[in-house]
Each structure stands twice: as structure tokens, then as C-alpha cells.
């Protein structure tokens, strides 16, 4: 059953935007579970769109198959502004570098309309491994090679190219194995099912506060306030360790040139917010506030980055 939250809002804006007129509605279809980033991220978001738009947003949880459903429900909803998808980098980005068989172009079945924020991913390990750094970890998991695995949210997701690229950089020979979901994965990590994780602070900084999982480095290209106190990768002993995790809002290709610009707008107004941005900012999450075209460029670099290191290291969608 999928889990839904309305938020309702007083209708502000002057401007009637169709599904206000109608009485429908706005769905943001958020395709991973509830208590993960993405879901945090929406729950912050949806409010503030839904009076920036002047009607009720109602997100629905669409997890499974490392989003590929939820993107396909968007892409095939009329392009009406009734239906959008909170994507991540593992959608327009992953899935496509991996040559997953994917229902839609990622370039053409879809409308980009706002960048909300970006991420960095963070080294997580099990409290169970007894190392408190990234070095320690390699030298730990290089006299287990083979015995030592990584979760993820799924086949072809951000977490999984992310382990693989620890796995790569530091030649371990980690197995990988997916999960419906990081909610799964912590729970695995706590009982040392699962040795590490790369995941966004958003969602680790509950269980790095609680104990149960070790922080050992993070994936940005230098020092950040998402992450205080925790080396990079470099810093780490691991150059190359960098990616991230971008936020933005699609909507079904075809949509209305107008209608697409002001969903835009009160996308980019809500994430202009001050409330918002220092919310999103404690989630780990760098604010961006971009439109359309920012979120086009941030998924196109980050699919070009993950395309160099799936050909390199035989990444298939199906593994």
C-alpha cells in the first residue's frame, strides 16, 4: 500500500493554476519509501509548492525497482501540472549509465522544471567494524576480500555506483547487494548484516547521532558544513571519491510552455525560501533553487560521470 500525506494549504497565489480550478490535487510522486532523503526532502518541499501554487500537494511514496516505476507513472500521466516527480540523481542519472532496459528516455519523456537541492554522500560503516577511519576500513576489508558487501536502495541507484567506485578506487572486492530502500540497509547495518553504505547525511544523521552507524568520509571535492568534521575522500587517503546526489522536480514531457514556467517559478520560490533553505542545509542538503535548464546540466554531468565508471567496470542494470 503506498503511503500518502496531504498537504493542504490557503490558496495564495492569483494566479489559478488548473488543478486548483479543477478541485484535483498536485500528486509529487516520490519513488523511494517514506524516512528515506528523498522523502525527507518532499516533505520540507511540498508545503511551501502547494501555497506557492495556491492548491494541496499530495505526495505519494512510489518505492521499488530503483524508481524506474514511479518515473514511468509521471511519464505517462497527461501533462497537466497534476502529476510530478521529486527525482534524484539514481533516476536520470544512474539508471541511465548502467544501460538499465528503462520504459523512457530520460532526455526526451520528461519536462525539467526546478533543481531543488544537491548532496553529497557519506562512508558509512557498521558499528559492528572495528575501524574508526577510511584507511582502517580499506586495510580491514582488503584481509576479508569477498566477505565484505555494501548495500544499496537498489540495482543501478546512486549508493550502488557509489560502492562501486569505493570498491574500484580502493580495489576490495566488496559485494554489492540492493535493497527495497536505505531504510532496509540501516536496519542491516545495525545488525551487521550490510559492512558500509554510501548514502546522503539527510538520511544518516539520525543513525551517525544514535551510534549505530560510523562516519568515514564524505564525497564531496572538499571540507563541507554538510558533513563538519568529516575528512573527504582525498583527505581520507582515497582521491577520487566524489559524486552527488542532486534533488529536482519533472514533470511529463509535452507540458504547455506556460504552465511549465510557472510551476517552475513557484518551484524556485519555494526553494528560495529562508526556512526551507535552513532546513534543507540540517538535512545535509546544499540548497540550489535552479530552474529547468540547472537540473537538465546537473543530471546530464553526473549521468556522463557515471557512465565512465559503468564501462569500466561492466556495470549492468540487471546484476
Known amino acids: 500500500m503506498n503511503r500518502r500525506s496531504f498537504l493542504t494549504l490557503p490558496v495564495l497565489s492569483a494566479l489559478p493554476h488548473p488543478a486548483a480550478a479543477q478541485g484535483r490535487p498536485t500528486r509529487l510522486i516520490v519513488p523511494f519509501p ?15 509548492l502547494a501555497q506557492r501554487m495556491g492548491t494541496t500537494v ?12 514511479a518515473a514511468e507513472l509521471v511519464v505517462r500521466a497527461p501533462a497537466d501540472g497534476l502529476t510530478l516527480l521529486l527525482a534524484t540523481s539514481s533516476i536520470h542519472s544512474t539508471a541511465p549509465a548502467t544501460g538499465a532496459n528503462l520504459p523512457y528516455d530520460v532526455e526526451k519523456d520528461f519536462t525539467p522544471l526546478a533543481l531543488i537541492g544537491a548532496a553529497p554522500s557519506l562512508v558509512l560503516v557498521s558499528r559492528t567494524v572495528p575501524v574508526d577511519d577510511l584507511r582502517g576500513f580499506i586495510a580491514w576489508a582488503k584481509a576479508r576480500r569477498g566477505q565484505v558487501n555494501y548495500g544499496s536502495s537498489g540495482v543501478a541507484t546512486t549508493p550502488h555506483l557509489n560502492g562501486a567506485l569505493l570498491d574500484s578506487l580502493a580495489d576490495l572486492g566488496m559485494v554489492h547487494v540492493p535493497y527495497r530502500g536505505t531504510g532496509a540497509v540501516y536496519a542491516e547495518l545495525l545488525r551487521g548484516d550490510v559492512h558500509v ?3 546522503v547525511p539527510a538520511t544518516a544523521a539520525s543513525h551517525i547521532a544514535a551510534g549505530t552507524v560510523k562516519a568515514l568520509a564524505v564525497t564531496s571535492a572538499r571540507e563541507t558544513p554538510l558533513a563538519p568534521g568529516i575528512p573527504t575522500g582525498e583527505a581520507a587517503g582515497l582521491p577520487g571519491l ?5 534533488f529536482g522536480i519533472f514533470g511529463p514531457a509535452n507540458m504547455p510552455p506556460a504552465l511549465a514556467a510557472r510551476i517552475t517559478e513557484a518551484s524556485r520560490a519555494a526553494a528560495s525560501d529562508p526556512d526551507l ?10 540548497p540550489r533553487a535552479g530552474d529547468g535548464a540547472a537540473l537538465a546540466e546537473a543530471a546530464r554531468v553526473e549521468r556522463e560521470r557515471w557512465t565512465g565508471l559503468v564501462r569500466r567496470l561492466n556495470i549492468r542494470a540487471t546484476e
Do not use: H, K, M, Y
Open 34 to 48: 517514506a524516512g528515506g532523503a528523498t522523502d525527507a526532502v518532499s516533505r520540507l518541499f511540498a508545503p511551501l
Open 58 to 69: 499530495v505526495i505519494e511514496n512510489r518505492p521499488g525497482a530503483g524508481g524506474v516505476p
Open 197 to 199: 553504505l554510501l548514502d
Open 242 to 246: 566524489v559524486s552527488e546526489t542532486w
Open 277 to 286: 533553505r535552513a532546513r534543507l542545509l540540517g538535512l545535509g542538503v546544499d
